[in-house]
């Protein structure tokens, strides 16, 4: 079974720029969550869907928004960028319920200018 | 409210000799506890995951853990390291009847292996 996939794997902004960052889970998946790892402040939960709906959020501006689809893959958007959010963004993908196992992608490692 | 305690950001340890990467934590619901490896560059991968089916739970590459309830523990163990185990490691929570998946993470223990 693949596992989880996230394009693209590097990314180059300057500030002020949106970016749009995907995730495809584990077949059968339908929870998704992301998370944000910065050697600053390690990693920190961003959001969390499960069947096209936000179920948890975490402490993080406006800027930074997501949304899944009908068939469970993810896209996380981050507008009016700033060098803080040079970060590796880790997607996770699970069956579902409270302490399931996530299973994580690769990350994609964004550097903002 | 649910937190994790990596009580070392480092371990240094010489190549076949014995692992302890220590860690606590704090759950207000019955919690899932995991240890996850992070190599350089790369994702994290699941090393073992405990669900109260037994304390001792055995993982990927001779790593086990021992859950602790009175000493709200969960210590990574490995009889004799290997090169390859040198790493960040991040022991994590995720409450089991919140509903939730979201996961806390500790801020991570890096393994250095020495030959």
């Known amino acids: 079974k693949a596992g989880v996939t996230q394009t693209p794997r590097y990314l180059i902004k300057t500030r002020g720029q949106q970016v749009t960052l995907s995730c495809s889970p584990i077949?059968?998946?339908?929870?998704v969550s992301w998370y944000q790892q910065t050697p600053g402040q390690g990693l920190q939960f961003l959001f969390e869907y499960f069947s096209e709906t936000q179920r948890n959020k975490g402490n993080f501006p406006g800027r930074f928004s997501g949304r899944q689809f009908s068939n469970s893959r993810s896209e996380m958007n981050v507008s009016t960028l700033e060098l803080g959010d040079s970060a590796l963004y880790l997607c996770a993908s699970s069956l579902g319920a409270g302490g399931d196992t996530q299973y994580f992608g690769p990350g994609t490692r964004l550097t903002v200018l | 409210a649910q937190s994790v305690t990596q009580l070392d950001s480092h371990v240094s340890v010489s190549e076949g000799t014995p692992v302890l990467l220590r860690c606590n934590y704090s759950?207000?619901?019955?919690?899932?506890l995991f240890w996850y490896v992070q190599h350089p560059n790369k994702g994290l991968q699941l090393l073992l995951k405990?669900?109260?089916?037994?304390?001792l739970v055995k993982g990927i590459n001779g790593f086990e853990a021992e859950f602790k309830k009175s000493e709200t523990s969960f210590h990574l163990t490995k009889p004799s390291a290997h090169m390859s185990d040198a790493a960040e490691y991040f022991c994590?929570?995720?409450?089991?009847?919140?509903?939730?998946?979201?996961?806390?993470f500790g801020k991570g223990t890096m393994l250095l292996v020495s030959p």
């Open positions: 077949s059968g998946h339908r929870s």
């Open positions: 994590v929570v995720s409450p089991v009847t919140s509903g939730y998946s979201t996961l806390t």
């Open positions: 405990y669900t109260s089916a037994a304390t």
């Open positions: 759950s207000s619901y019955s919690p899932s």
